[in-house]
């Protein structure tokens, strides 16, 4: 398709396990985004890249959390020892770049539930 | 820290109603987006409000942004169930971010 695409849908992981998250950005946008959405609140930012560097990773909560984006597409997110804290929807966004004001193409998220 | 609060939280009104949601933030800030999300998806952007005392139409909803740029709103004329979702705002913390800070949302229910 030509979406955001984020696998899996859902994610259901035991507490103190490690996972990834897989987001696959439009073709030929350059910034890509990851937000998280706890319920009944609207996302909130994790962390932004810029090709394949991480231009801004201050929303981060913690250094259980990293992310790549090795050859300027493809991008995961990484959590370690899984906190039930962590259970959320786990959105990726990507856009041209360049400029603050284009638009960001969000995918359908990754629901994650740590049990 | 830029917080963006919105209200009413839910609202549930009948078919062919008018409403109006509203976003106020506690800073001056440079430019604001509406978006609207529904159950298993991710959010879709409806309008880029930049200018303060502008006014954007998009069919039957018209989005204002205040002329001191701290808050905006989102009025929808002759409600309908397929306006049912969440309406999130959302900002960039300077001009020049990259990153949005989106509010809690606005959930709407439209009944038939």
């Known amino acids: 398709g030509a979406g955001v695409s984020q696998t899996p849908s859902n994610k259901v992981t035991e507490k103190g396990k490690y996972v990834e998250l897989r987001c696959d950005p439009i073709s030929g946008h350059t910034a890509l985004y990851w937000y998280r959405q706890s319920l009944g609140q609207g996302p909130e930012f994790l962390i932004y890249?810029?090709?394949?560097?991480?231009?801004?990773d201050s929303g981060l909560p913690n250094d259980r959390f990293f992310a790549v984006r090795p050859e300027g597409s493809v991008s995961t997110l990484k959590i370690q020892r899984t906190e039930r804290g962590d259970s959320a929807v786990y959105l990726c966004?990507?856009?041209?770049?360049?400029?603050?004001?284009?638009?960001?193409?969000f995918g359908q998220g990754t629901r994650l539930t740590v049990v | 820290t830029q917080l963006l609060e919105q209200s009413p939280q839910f609202l549930s009104i009948q078919e062919g109603e008018n409403l109006t949601v509203y976003c106020n933030s506690s800073s001056v800030f440079s430019s604001l987006q509406w978006y609207r999300q529904e159950p298993g998806e991710g959010p879709v952007l409806l309008v880029t409000?930049?200018?303060?005392?502008e006014v954007k139409k998009l069919k039957r909803l018209t989005f204002q942004f205040g002329d001191a740029r701290k808050d905006s709103s989102l009025h929808i004329t002759a409600a309908q169930p397929g306006d049912t979702g969440l309406y999130l705002c959302a900002l960039r913390p300077h001009q020049g971010a990259q990153k949005l800070v989106f509010g809690q949302g606005t959930r709407l229910t439209i009944n038939p």
């Open positions: 409000v930049v200018t303060g005392g």
């Open positions: 890249f810029q090709g394949t560097g991480a231009a801004d």
């Open positions: 966004a990507s856009s041209l770049g360049g400029t603050w004001n284009t638009e960001a193409f």
